[in-house]
Protein backbone atom coordinates (compact mmCIF):
# COMPACT_ATOMS: atom_id res chain seq x y z
CA UNK A 1 0.00 0.00 0.00
CA UNK A 2 1.32 3.72 -1.23
CA UNK A 3 0.42 6.22 1.21
CA UNK A 4 1.45 9.53 -0.42
CA UNK A 5 0.80 13.12 1.37
CA UNK A 6 -0.08 15.83 -1.13
CA UNK A 7 1.35 18.84 -0.68
CA UNK A 8 0.03 22.20 -1.60
CA UNK A 9 1.70 24.13 -3.92
CA UNK A 10 1.50 28.06 -4.60
CA UNK A 11 -1.45 28.25 -7.17
CA UNK A 12 -3.37 25.70 -5.24
CA UNK A 13 -4.02 28.29 -2.59
CA UNK A 14 -7.42 29.91 -1.88
CA UNK A 15 -7.60 32.55 0.47
CA UNK A 16 -10.85 34.02 1.99
CA UNK A 17 -11.79 37.77 2.81
CA UNK A 18 -12.85 38.09 6.74
CA UNK A 19 -13.86 41.08 8.44
CA UNK A 20 -13.39 41.59 12.43
CA UNK A 21 -14.95 43.82 14.81
CA UNK A 22 -12.78 44.75 17.48
CA UNK A 23 -15.05 46.84 19.38
CA UNK A 24 -14.27 47.05 23.28
CA UNK A 25 -11.66 43.72 22.72
CA UNK A 26 -8.49 43.38 24.68
CA UNK A 27 -5.38 44.05 22.35
CA UNK A 28 -3.22 41.39 22.86
CA UNK A 29 -6.39 38.43 22.47
CA UNK A 30 -7.09 40.05 19.82
CA UNK A 31 -4.12 40.50 17.89
CA UNK A 32 -3.15 36.82 18.56
CA UNK A 33 -6.81 35.24 16.64
CA UNK A 34 -5.89 38.17 13.58
CA UNK A 35 -2.23 36.50 13.24
CA UNK A 36 -3.94 33.16 13.17
CA UNK A 37 -6.10 34.15 10.25
CA UNK A 38 -3.03 35.74 8.19
CA UNK A 39 -1.06 32.55 8.84
CA UNK A 40 -3.83 30.29 7.63
CA UNK A 41 -4.02 28.09 11.03
CA UNK A 42 -7.71 27.66 10.58
CA UNK A 43 -7.33 26.22 7.28
CA UNK A 44 -6.29 22.06 7.19
CA UNK A 45 -3.66 22.14 4.49
CA UNK A 46 -1.31 24.77 6.12
CA UNK A 47 2.37 24.64 4.26
CA UNK A 48 4.99 25.97 6.75
CA UNK A 49 6.73 27.26 3.44
CA UNK A 50 3.93 29.13 1.80
CA UNK A 51 2.05 32.14 2.63
CA UNK A 52 -1.57 29.97 3.09
CA UNK A 53 -3.46 32.99 4.69
CA UNK A 54 -6.57 34.95 4.22
CA UNK A 55 -7.24 38.47 3.78
CA UNK A 56 -8.46 40.14 7.20
CA UNK A 57 -10.25 43.22 7.14
CA UNK A 58 -10.21 45.03 10.59
CA UNK A 59 -13.07 47.48 11.98
CA UNK A 60 -13.14 49.95 14.78
CA UNK A 61 -9.70 49.89 15.88
CA UNK A 62 -10.37 53.18 17.47
CA UNK A 63 -12.42 50.79 20.24
CA UNK A 64 -9.64 48.64 20.95
CA UNK A 65 -8.85 48.39 25.06
CA UNK A 66 -5.82 46.81 27.34
CA UNK A 67 -6.42 45.54 30.62
CA UNK A 68 -5.05 46.57 34.15
CA UNK A 69 -4.57 50.44 33.80
CA UNK A 70 -1.54 49.88 30.82
CA UNK A 71 -3.60 52.49 28.43
CA UNK A 72 -0.65 55.13 30.67
CA UNK A 73 1.55 52.39 30.66
CA UNK A 74 2.28 50.95 27.39
CA UNK A 75 4.53 53.05 25.64
CA UNK A 76 5.99 52.71 21.87
CA UNK A 77 9.87 53.11 20.92
CA UNK A 78 10.92 54.69 17.91
CA UNK A 79 15.10 55.90 17.27
CA UNK A 80 16.24 58.35 14.80
CA UNK A 81 19.94 56.74 14.81
CA UNK A 82 21.18 59.99 16.01
CA UNK A 83 22.57 60.06 19.94
CA UNK A 84 19.80 60.87 22.10
CA UNK A 85 16.93 60.18 19.53
CA UNK A 86 14.74 58.15 20.97
CA UNK A 87 11.14 58.85 20.49
CA UNK A 88 8.49 57.52 22.68
CA UNK A 89 4.90 57.90 22.68
CA UNK A 90 1.99 56.55 25.33
CA UNK A 91 -0.59 54.53 24.33
CA UNK A 92 -3.48 56.58 24.67
CA UNK A 93 -1.71 59.39 22.57
CA UNK A 94 -1.07 56.81 20.32
CA UNK A 95 -4.61 55.86 19.96
CA UNK A 96 -5.98 59.59 19.55
CA UNK A 97 -3.07 60.42 16.94
CA UNK A 98 -3.03 57.13 14.44
CA UNK A 99 -5.20 53.52 16.36
CA UNK A 100 -4.51 51.73 13.11
CA UNK A 101 -0.68 51.41 14.32
CA UNK A 102 -1.37 49.87 17.26
CA UNK A 103 -2.88 46.65 15.99
CA UNK A 104 -0.44 46.84 13.12
CA UNK A 105 2.39 46.39 15.45
CA UNK A 106 0.80 44.09 18.01
CA UNK A 107 -0.42 41.98 15.08
CA UNK A 108 3.18 42.22 13.16
CA UNK A 109 5.18 41.14 16.35
CA UNK A 110 3.15 37.96 16.37
CA UNK A 111 3.78 36.82 12.92
CA UNK A 112 6.84 34.66 12.32
CA UNK A 113 10.06 36.88 11.82
CA UNK A 114 10.57 35.47 7.97
CA UNK A 115 10.31 36.52 4.41
CA UNK A 116 6.92 35.81 4.16
CA UNK A 117 5.96 38.26 6.88
CA UNK A 118 5.93 41.20 4.80
CA UNK A 119 2.90 39.46 1.99
CA UNK A 120 0.70 38.44 5.40
CA UNK A 121 0.82 42.39 6.47
CA UNK A 122 0.22 43.50 3.06
CA UNK A 123 -3.62 41.46 3.37
CA UNK A 124 -4.49 43.11 6.85
CA UNK A 125 -6.67 46.37 6.21
CA UNK A 126 -7.26 48.31 9.24
CA UNK A 127 -10.23 50.86 9.17
CA UNK A 128 -10.91 53.00 12.16
CA UNK A 129 -14.87 53.21 11.95
CA UNK A 130 -17.51 50.73 11.59
CA UNK A 131 -17.23 51.15 7.67
CA UNK A 132 -14.71 49.85 5.05
CA UNK A 133 -14.04 49.54 1.40
CA UNK A 134 -13.93 45.59 0.80
CA UNK A 135 -17.59 45.00 0.49
CA UNK A 136 -17.03 43.81 -2.97
CA UNK A 137 -15.12 40.81 -2.02
CA UNK A 138 -18.08 39.77 0.26
CA UNK A 139 -16.06 39.06 3.19
CA UNK A 140 -17.34 36.88 6.07
CA UNK A 141 -17.70 38.18 9.79
CA UNK A 142 -15.32 36.48 11.99
CA UNK A 143 -16.37 36.59 15.91
CA UNK A 144 -13.42 37.00 17.87
CA UNK A 145 -13.13 34.63 21.08
CA UNK A 146 -13.02 36.62 24.11
CA UNK A 147 -12.65 35.68 27.96
CA UNK A 148 -15.48 37.04 29.94
Known sequence: MNQKTDWLKKENITRKWYVVDISDQVLGRAATQIASLLLGKNKVQR?????CGD??????????????????KKHYYRHSGYPGGLKTI???????????????TAVKNMLPKDKLRDG???????????????????PVEYKLLSKN
Open 90 to 104: RFDKQMKKDSRFVIE
Open 47 to 51: VPNLD
Open 55 to 72: HVVVINTDKIKLTRGKEV
Open 120 to 138: RMQRLYLFTGSEHGHSAQK
